[in-house]
């Protein structure tokens, strides 16, 4: 009997309790789809495959997967695409975040159940990306990541605009009646007009860009326009090195290492990227055992400057971002702070990819320099205290520096539905000097953690002019939203976090030079509140499905939102 590790169609055969019974039926089956003996012996490329009638940001990968095909075929082995869970951002309800761990597990599994010999993740939607990067990382199967890319901006009379810190800018407007409905009803069409993800550094640029940093995907392909003729070649040359990959094997444990995730940390730092991202790469490296205490963040934050000019924290948009020189461009100026020997899918350290692209040009209106930044110091801060035991999230490069060493009067909405039945109440009890304050919104909670950090201005204020007031919650925000907004407040409310504590009236301090946020009630207050706490969550056992899977299993934000059950076991 032979050593040889199976490959291809012999591996992980269906058992039958006769293996050559097992192949031979294999590939009876595989004939009927119409390929030769030839083609049956190759080795397999497997291509996790994402479209979606509910997901517009992947409506192109028809087209990119046959690139990635031909890529594949060119360089000698046989592509077999499957398809898993495709997250659309806004067509998931209560929210694609819960549905990440999900397609985490569609993801593992189905590349460790089906023969392939290494694959191609493709991704781009938000949660998509974070969620193969996940099962990969699990299955530990050679594999590349090739992102969707964003979308082109549009036009609105003489002014450029791109989903969705657009979107949100010209709602904000529409709130405080400074356009009319028929523009607003205009604008709609406009805002989103090619396939791809959000047109500005929002969660799924970042996570390209962060993909990227890890060296989980080509140098220089996160952020191709998903309609540029280049995307197409970096699908065609993400099949090629997926082919490159099985002849010479690196696995994802070898590539996402403690070294590269400090990297992908410092470009989040540096491009003003989404708060969302800490979350997400948290629960990608959680698959590997490695951990990132926020206080590694805070580290980092404080010696990263921000280098990209793009909205929400800047000027530009993702376009501007790859024609300005893009990830090589951001990467060369935090050499000296980066781990340059961590491998890449390419078989090459980053080290040598940067060696490699020292002469390359830079439009620095986009992309700073490391001595004339955008800022000093890193977009995005944790925050602990009283409030925030276990910390929470700001970020810094998107809000009003004026509101950041600030004490207030918190005004307390319960929930999301409380929320939206009292903002726009002209009764309502509020000043611009107050903090918002949001509970029950965090992972646990009936509303699965949604991107409703960005509380809306109420609109006795916004008519007035006010544009910015602190708010904090447990919940998220949109990588496109801006503001002073305290997000990921851990532990939530929903598991009676001092956050559940809160009530109108109390004072709360917010420093982020001393990176607290404290709650300026008694202890003994604070017992008596806790003491008189009702039941906070649903009971487990009248839950059923996914959503009792969920509600048994999902960790706080500061363990990356992860199922506690996904993560490595320790046979020591």
């Known amino acids: 009997m032979s050593d040889t590790k199976p490959v291809g169609l012999g591996k992980g055969l269906t058992n039958y309790g006769d293996r050559d ?22 080795k397999i490329v497997g291509i996790a495959y994402t479209p979606s009638g509910f997901n517009n940001c992947h409506r192109h990968f028809p087209e990119l997967l ?45 590349i460790r159940a089906q023969p392939m010999d290494a694959v191609v993740l493709m991704g781009g939607c938000d949660k998509t990306v974070p969620a193969q990067l996940m099962g990969a990382a699990s299955a530990d199967l050679p594999a590349i990541q090739l992102v969707g890319g964003p979308m082109m901006t549009s036009r609105y009379g003489e002014e450029r605009l791109g989903a969705c810190t657009d979107c949100r800018r010209y709602w904000a407007s529409y709130r405080a009646g400074n356009i009319s409905t028929e523009e607003i009803n205009d604008l709609e069409g406009r805002l989103a007009t090619t396939a791809g993800t959000c047109a500005v550094m929002g969660t799924a640029s970042t996570m390209a860009c962060i993909a990227e940093a890890l060296g989980m995907s080509l140098p220089g392909t996160a952020a191709i326009p998903a309609v540029h003729a280049d995307r197409l070649r970096a699908a065609e ?24 995730v400090e990297n992908a940390l410092r470009v989040l730092l540096a491009l003003g990227g989404s708060t969302n991202a800490i979350i997400h790469l948290t ?3 959680g698959r590997l055992g490695i951990k990132i205490p926020l206080t590694w963040l805070n580290q980092l934050s404080d010696d990263t400057p921000v280098l990209v000019n793009l909205k929400p924290v800047g000027n530009h948009y993702m376009e501007d971002f790859f024609f300005a020189g893009g990830m090589g461009a951001v990467l060369r100026e935090l050499k000296p702070k980066l781990n340059l020997d961590v491998m890449t899918v390419t078989g090459d350290t980053l080290g040598a990819r940067l060696a490699a692209e020292e002469s390359l040009p830079v439009d620095r209106s986009v992309i700073a320099s490391a001595d004339k930044p955008q800022d000093a ?49 002209p009764g309502l009890d509020i000043t611009e000097d107050d ?34 007031m602190v708010r904090i919650s447990d919940a998220r925000m949109s990588g496109t939203a801006f503001g002073t907004i305290v997000l990921h407040v851990t532990p ?13 009236g109390d004072r709360i301090k917010l420093s982020v030079k001393d990176r607290r946020i404290d709650l300026l009630v008694d202890e003994a207050q604070l017992t008596a509140r806790r003491a008189a706490l009702g039941q906070l969550l649903d009971n487990p056992a009248t839950l059923r499905g996914y959503n009792k899977l969920y509600a048994e299993e999902v960790l706080q934000a500061d363990e990356g939102c992860d199922f506690g059950f996904l993560q490595p076991v320790d046979n020591n």
């Open 21 to 42: 019974f097992s192949i031979y039926l294999r590939r009876s089956f595989a004939s009927s789809m119409g390929y030769s003996r030839e083609m049956l012996e190759k």
């Open 66 to 110: 046959e690139a990635v095909k031909r890529g594949v075929l060119a360089s000698g082995a046989l592509p077999l695409e499957f398809p898993t869970i495709s997250l659309g951002e806004v067509f998931q309800s209560p929210t694609s975040l819960k549905f990440r761990n999900l397609m985490s597990i569609d993801t593992e599994e189905m």
């Open 237 to 260: 040359a993400s099949g090629v090195a997926a082919v490159r990959l099985i002849e010479n094997p690196i696995k994802p444990s070898q590539i996402i290492t403690r070294d590269a």
């Open 283 to 285: 629960a990608v490296a």
């Open 377 to 425: 110091v890193g977009g995005l801060v944790a925050l602990f205290g009283s409030l925030a035991p276990q910390g929470a999230i700001l970020k810094r490069s998107a809000a009003d520096q004026t509101l950041f060493e600030k004490e207030g009067r918190a005004v307390v909405f319960s929930s999301l539905e409380d929320l939206a039945a009292r903002i726009d109440d």
């Open 435 to 468: 903090f918002m304050v949001l509970q029950n919104a965090g992972p646990k909670s009936q509303s699965g953690m949604p991107e409703a950090g960005y509380l809306p201005i109420p609109k006795k204020l916004s008519r007035r002019g006010v544009t910015d």
């Open 492 to 504: 939530e409310a929903a598991v009676a976090g001092p956050l559940a504590l809160v009530r109108t």
